[in-house]
Each structure stands twice: as structure tokens, then as C-alpha cells.
Nanobody, 123 residues
Framework: QVQLVESGGGLVQAGGSLRLSCAAS????????MAWFRQAPGKERDFVAR???????DYADSVKGRFTISRDNAKNAVYLQMNSLKPEDTAVYFC?????????????????WGQGTQVTVSS
């Protein structure tokens, strides 16, 4: 049984930082591309960043230069370091796993999902 468990969300002031973590189990973690998505109230789930098994990364334009995705295959974990946070970054952040290395920003193309962690940025 695959499990992805996010942690590290919370309330932070604009300009602050948070580090999200996602612990994975039940899958061959090092073979999967891992990604972060986010969903604000009343909006669609949007791609934030992804990292391949070989540590290649891609980012949404809205977070480039502020967010950094990383992974530790020995710990079956993926991280999202978020700096210079803005109120518009407020959302539930989800960890996702994709068995194929083909890049996709479409949520339906991801195989497994976590339950999400709330990030709230106050102005």
C-alpha cells in the first residue's frame, strides 16, 4: 500500500519561509518522479515543482527563484523549500508520485497522492 504523507505546513508572514516534507512508503521511491501541487479554495489543483529520479527539476513560473524541490532517496522523502512567501502562495500543498519520467503538469497523470498540508501566508 502506497502512502505519501506531507508535513511542515503552517501559518507564516509574507516574506517568510517554510519547508515541506513528504515521506513515501510502499513504492520503489527512487524510480518515481515526485512533484508538489497546490490547491487554493475554489481553484484547480496546480503544478508547483517536480523532481525526477535523477534529480532533474522543473518549476511553475510563479515559484521559480523562490521554491526549491529536492529529494533524499535513502530516506524515501521529497522536500519543498519555500522562501519569500507571498499571500498568493496560500493553498493546500500536495505531494504526488509519477511512475513515468515523462514530464507532466496535469494532476491526472500522477499515480499516487498525499492528503495535503495547509500553507497560509498572511500579508
Amino acid at each position: 500500500q502506497v502512502q505519501l504523507v506531507e508535513s511542515g505546513g503552517g501559518l507564516v508572514q509574507a516574506g517568510g519561509s517554510l519547508r515541506l516534507s513528504c515521506a513515501a512508503s510502499g513504492l520503489a521511491f527512487s524510480s518515481y518522479a515526485m512533484a508538489w501541487f497546490r490547491q487554493a479554495p475554489g481553484k484547480e489543483r496546480d503544478f508547483v515543482a517536480r523532481i525526477t529520479w535523477s534529480h532533474a527539476t522543473d518549476y511553475a513560473d510563479s515559484v521559480k527563484g523562490r521554491f526549491t524541490i529536492s529529494r533524499d532517496n535513502a530516506k524515501n522523502a521529497v522536500y519543498l523549500q519555500m522562501n519569500s512567501l507571498k499571500p498568493e502562495d496560500t493553498a493546500v500543498y500536495f505531494c504526488a508520485a509519477k511512475g513515468s519520467s515523462v514530464f507532466s503538469t496535469t494532476p491526472r497523470n500522477y499515480d499516487f497522492w498525499g492528503q495535503g498540508t495547509q500553507v497560509t501566508v498572511s500579508s
